[in-house]
Each structure stands twice: as C-alpha cells, then as structure tokens.
C-alpha cells in the first residue's frame, strides 16, 4: 500500500466500490454493468461524483442506476490498559 494511500486511510477515506448500470448504445433495450473502485471520502464522496459527470460528458452510454459500497474505515488501533496480569 503506498504512503499517500494509507495517510487518506487514516483521514477518513475508505474503499469505494460503485456498480454502474447503463443502457448500451447500439442497443438500448440491454444494460450492461461496469464496476469502478477508488479511495473515496464519505458522505460527500467527491471522487465518485467527478467520475459520474465525467461519464455523462464523456461517454455516450446513459446511466440507468449506481450502487454503491464501501469499507470501513481505518483507523489507528484502540488500547485499553489491562487491569490484571495473568502468569503461566
């Protein structure tokens, strides 16, 4: 894992998975799925919206639907202080 992707880790940015449903263009009866992942900041998740309106001005395919799934977030570990000490 890089540097820079682990400090946004540490921010707050977590993995986001979105499933793009769109009307295909030759044959718009037919969707096709097109899955897209990338380091996101929720809940305004900037990097999903840039690649949305990328795609609505970019590709001529038209978007029926996006699910979207995302991971926990990683954080540095808690440590509570032991109240005993067990011998062997």
């Known amino acids: ?3 820079d992707e682990f400090q946004l880790r540490l921010k707050g940015w977590r993995l986001a998975t979105a ?7 030759d044959h718009p009866a037919l969707l096709q ?3 897209w992942q990338t ?5 305004a998740y900037p990097r999903l919206h840039q ?7 970019e590709i001529e395919a038209v978007i029926h639907s996006v699910r979207l799934a995302t991971g926990e ?3 540095p570990a ?3 202080a ?7």
């Open 1 to 3: 894992m890089e540097t």
């Open 19 to 25: 499933e793009v449903l769109y009307y295909m263009p």
């Open 33 to 35: 799925s097109f899955v």
């Open 39 to 43: 380091l996101d900041l929720a809940p």
């Open 51 to 57: 690649f949305l309106n990328f795609w609505k001005a």
């Open 73 to 75: 977030v990683l954080a």
């Open 78 to 80: 808690k440590v509570n």
């Open 82 to 88: 032991a109240t005993m000490i067990l011998h062997h």
